[in-house]
């Protein structure tokens, strides 16, 4: 090798080297740096902790979510569990008492010397996903437990701020032994107040029920693996996509001041593809099941029952704390779309149905697509699925026979 050529070599060599000595300097300084950093972290992590300890002890009144309060023996226990533990609070609140378990609340009370329950019992229950655990007695709220047993105790606000007096009738004369009553402002409000366009019969009357008994609408039912069993209902889907539309295009109600309402997660999905196959647009449209809607409000509320059968089965529309729920979220106009037999022999269901009769606001498909045509609005046509629609007839007629021979026989 000449001269030249180990000269470039060796510089070649020394460049290397010299780049190994600075990677290396660099990777320390890195440890380094890297280390200095994390103890400045766990300095910081430290003093914030002595402010939220400091700041608790502070603070007159504390807002927690239940779940980082019970639990008191975790072994990842928050800065709230201690000091919970320790005796810091007087006074406990339970905001929305109606979703707290009795469970829960035995497990904080005895940390308090004075428990104040708001919310309301007659609304929806704890969510409780086993039959074990209703079986024994999980599904009872602690707020409907302490009505029981301590009625003196219990004060009902006796006016509501939110909807017309006929959309809050129902609930107050079946669950608040008529007390409920309708705030001097909101009790007379109606869609026709605010809107001039759409069909009159939805503009002035605050609550009605489209009825499609005798048409066949029958349920189906969806069953998911490791979930419960959903019904749903396709015809009655489409009438509520139908039925949205009109109050969008036709009467021009925003968007935001709509709700649709169902007991059942698989008619949410129906009436979702419903709505996008109207128009695309409408796939931001509030769907919610019940669970997912209290403590929510809007002017228009439209509720798909979706139970139609011939054994007059309503599966957990039987619990009526939840229809309470669904027709209370509405302001202006409820809309209940559904097949008035299968429910008119629950006892609380035959109570609304017959007001709303006496009201004319039980109205039958047939009426109210001829009213629409009447105004010039189209509501599509009117299907008839036949076979069922003959057994349900067949089945009315043995019921009323058997009704009959009861009579007579007494």
Same mark, same amino acid.
């Given at each position: 090798?000449? %001269?030249?050529?180990?000269?470039?070599?060796?510089?070649?060599?020394?460049?290397?080297?010299?780049?190994?000595?600075?990677?290396?300097?660099?990777?320390?300084?890195?440890?380094?740096?890297?280390?200095?950093?994390?103890?400045?972290?766990?300095?910081?992590?430290?003093?914030?902790?002595?402010?939220?300890?400091?700041?608790?002890?502070?603070?007159?009144?504390?807002?927690?979510?239940?779940?980082?309060?019970?639990?008191?023996?975790?072994?990842?226990?928050?800065?709230?569990?201690?000091?919970?533990?320790?005796? %810091?609070?007087?006074?406990?609140?339970?905001?929305?008492?109606?979703?707290?378990?009795?469970?829960?609340?035995?497990?904080?009370?005895?940390?308090?010397? %004075?428990?104040?329950?708001?919310?309301?019992?007659?609304?929806?229950?704890?969510?409780?996903?086993?039959?074990?655990?209703?079986?024994?007695?999980?599904?009872?709220?602690?707020?409907?437990?302490?009505?029981?047993?301590?009625?003196?105790?219990?004060? !009902?606000?006796?006016?509501?701020?939110?909807?017309?007096?006929?959309?809050?009738?129902?609930?107050?004369?079946?669950?608040?032994?008529?007390?409920?009553?309708?705030?001097?402002?909101?009790?007379?409000?109606?869609?026709?107040?605010?809107?001039?366009?759409?069909?009159?019969?939805?503009?002035?009357?605050?609550?009605?029920?489209?009825?499609?008994?005798? !048409?066949?609408?029958?349920?189906?039912?969806?069953?998911?693996?490791?979930?419960?069993?959903?019904?749903?209902?396709?015809?009655?889907?489409?009438?509520?996509?139908?039925?949205?539309?009109?109050?969008?295009?036709?009467?021009?109600?925003?968007?935001?001041?709509?709700?649709?309402?169902?007991?059942?997660?698989?008619?949410?999905?129906?009436?979702?593809?419903?709505?996008?196959?109207?128009?695309?647009?409408?796939? %931001?449209?509030?769907?919610?099941?019940?669970?997912?809607?209290?403590?929510?409000?809007?002017?228009?509320?439209?509720?798909?029952?979706?139970?139609?059968?011939?054994?007059?089965?309503?599966?957990?529309?039987?619990?009526?704390?939840?229809?309470?729920?669904?027709?209370?979220?509405?302001?202006?106009?409820?809309?209940?779309?559904?097949?008035?037999?299968?429910?008119?022999?629950?006892?609380?269901?035959?109570?609304?149905?017959?007001?709303?009769?006496?009201?004319?606001?039980?109205?039958?498909?047939?009426?109210?697509?001829?009213?629409?045509?009447?105004?010039?609005?189209?509501?599509?046509?009117?299907?008839?699925?036949?076979?069922?629609?003959?057994?349900?007839?067949?089945?009315?007629?043995?019921?009323?026979?058997?009704?009959?021979?009861?009579?007579?026989?007494?």
């Amino acid at each position: 090798m000449d %001269s030249k050529r180990l000269e470039v070599v060796m510089q070649r060599t020394k460049r290397l080297l010299d780049n190994a000595k600075t990677f290396q300097s660099t990777e320390e300084s890195f440890q380094f740096d890297q280390a200095d950093l994390k103890r400045q972290l766990q300095q910081i992590s430290n003093q914030l902790h002595r402010g939220r300890i400091q700041s608790l002890k502070n603070k007159r009144i504390v807002c927690s979510v239940l779940g980082a309060c019970v639990r008191m023996s975790s072994s990842n226990s928050t800065i709230i569990h201690k000091e919970i533990k320790q005796g %810091s609070f007087d006074v406990i609140v339970f905001e929305e008492g109606g979703f707290v378990t009795l469970a829960e609340a035995l497990e904080i009370l005895p940390y308090f010397s %004075s428990c104040i329950v708001a919310g309301d019992h007659l609304q929806l229950p704890p969510v409780v996903k086993t039959e074990e655990a209703k079986r024994l007695g999980y599904d009872k709220s602690f707020m409907e437990y302490v009505v029981e047993k301590l009625p003196s105790r219990h004060f !009902l606000l006796e006016t509501q701020y939110r909807s017309h007096f006929m959309i809050s009738g129902w609930s107050s004369r079946v669950l608040y032994e008529s007390r409920l009553k309708a705030g001097r402002r909101n009790k007379n409000i109606r869609l026709a107040d605010s809107y001039d366009r759409g069909c009159s019969t939805l503009r002035n009357n605050p609550l009605i029920w489209l009825d499609h008994a005798g !048409l066949g609408y029958n349920e189906g039912h969806d069953d998911v693996p490791d979930s419960h069993e959903s019904y749903h209902n396709e015809h009655e889907a489409k009438l509520v996509a139908r039925m949205y539309d009109h109050f969008r295009s036709e009467m021009g109600i925003p968007e935001s001041e709509i709700g649709i309402i169902s007991c059942y997660w698989a008619q949410v999905a129906h009436i979702r593809q419903s709505l996008e196959e109207i128009n695309p647009g409408y796939s %931001s449209a509030t769907v919610r099941t019940i669970d997912g809607y209290q403590g929510k409000e809007k002017d228009v509320i439209i509720v798909s029952m979706a139970r139609s059968n011939l054994s007059w089965d309503l599966g957990m529309m039987d619990d009526v704390r939840r229809i309470n729920v669904a027709i209370t979220r509405a302001k202006r106009h409820c809309c209940l779309i559904g097949d008035s037999q299968t429910f008119s022999y629950d006892e609380n269901y035959e109570i609304l149905l017959k007001g709303l009769k006496k009201k004319s606001c039980v109205v039958s498909l047939r009426s109210f697509q001829q009213k629409m045509g009447d105004e010039g609005f189209d509501f599509g046509p009117v299907e008839i699925e036949q076979k069922f629609a003959e057994q349900r007839r067949i089945r009315r007629e043995e019921r009323n026979r058997e009704k009959s021979g009861n009579i007579m026989s007494v």
